[in-house]
């Protein structure tokens, strides 16, 4: 018995509310303590001024996270790499990145099946699931922002108060002892 997992997921919102820390942790606990690769690049850092070497990058990268699978693939600020259709002037090289990471992304075809465990999710083990970041989701190209590519969007806001608490709490849970203060004293 299983449940369709997405076959990739848009995490956006603004800078430092822990786009990257929520995709590492969907990596840890989705395979119920199964070793998942996470494998994590930014846009920007797959760029080349060489013509074709992004494009070759793009594969390569898909490559790696489909030997490692199952795998997270994660690609930070992806609007840096692919942003919509005729706004940069780039142009040529902006749509042939495109073209490449929708090729890429579509290349499983198949559905991810989840199978569910009594304790946790499962995905099957020949599958990669692309995780995307990104401030400005309304920068990328529509054929992203489909089924079978990035079908779920979720906002990531900012931690309230109690958030930046808790996160501030299990950051100095190791050292928390030695400093010896309130953290509800602690002016965000």
Known sequence: ???KCPRGILLYGPPGCGKTSLARAFAKDNNGGKNVSFLSVSGA???SPFVGDSEKNIVEIF???RLGAPCVLFIDEI?????KRGQKSQGNVQERILST????????DGEVQCNVSAKNKVYDSSDV???GATNRPEALDS???RPGRFDVA???PLPDLNGRLDILRHKTSKNAPKFGCGFGRTVF
């Open 79 to 83: 609007d840096t790499l692919v942003c």
């Open 154 to 156: 979720i906002y990531v």
């Open 129 to 131: 699931i692309v995780i």
């Open 45 to 47: 850092s797959i760029f």
């Open 63 to 65: 490559r790696k996270a």
């Open 101 to 108: 990471l929708l090729n890429e992304m579509d290349e499983g």
């Open 143 to 145: 054929a992203l922002i």
């Open 1 to 3: 018995m299983g449940i």
